[in-house]
């Protein structure tokens, strides 16, 4: 039990809440005593290409735009939670942490040289307006400020109104996306290594087709950092 002053009056003024249920809990705290988030962590080592573990891993890695995935959790239980709780109803907290461990992760992970620029995958504005804010933006803002690696919200855009891949098929979520996305015009991406940010990775569709376009720009490398990715269960597609 923590009795010190500062921290009760912390609490009392600006109560910091459970990133998973959102429960007050202690300035120092991320998570309540009834969440977990540890166990959702995917264990090292990991295949650098897909994010899976090791031995989790088909990612048929001919197929693929992005050099790299980086993602620190499995889209499940308390982590999905989560990232709903942020993404559908704003909590704040929810994104500091999130990034954190993105920042973490990529920190951990990727050992080469250093990203020249970060974008978040582009929400069509129709969605944006519908949600009031862009989670993609919100966590890759966050990712720059951390690293000093360059923000660039304007760099990719989305050419047209998809539906939402959730609900789709391994198939058709890849025919929803297929020339979805652009660079802005004029952009020369030669030589750059780029951080293609987005919440969570399902198929890969959108990071692969987001990869596309950066490296039709001219981009050297294309690394997708999420903040989790669905478990690979052997049954899904190559991507
Ligand atoms: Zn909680
Ligand atoms: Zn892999």
Known sequence: MKSKLADIILTVFFPRRCAVCGKVIFPDEVVCDNCDIEKHRIPYPKCDKCGQAEGFCNCGADKLSFDHIITPFYYEGDIRTCIKNFKFKGYYDNGKFLAGEMVRALEEEYVFEKPDLIVPVPMTKRRKRRRGFSQTDTLARRISEATGIEFRGDLLRKTRETPPQVGLGAKERRNNLVNAFAVSENENLKGKT??????????????????????????????????????????????
Do not use: S
């Open 194 to 239: 780029i951080i293609v940010c987005d919440d969570t990775k399902t198929t890969g569709t959108t990071l692969h087709e987001c990869a596309k376009a950066l490296k039709r720009a001219g981009a050297k490398k294309v690394i997708g950092l999420t903040a989790a990715l669905t478990k690979n269960d052997f049954r899904g597609e190559a991507y």
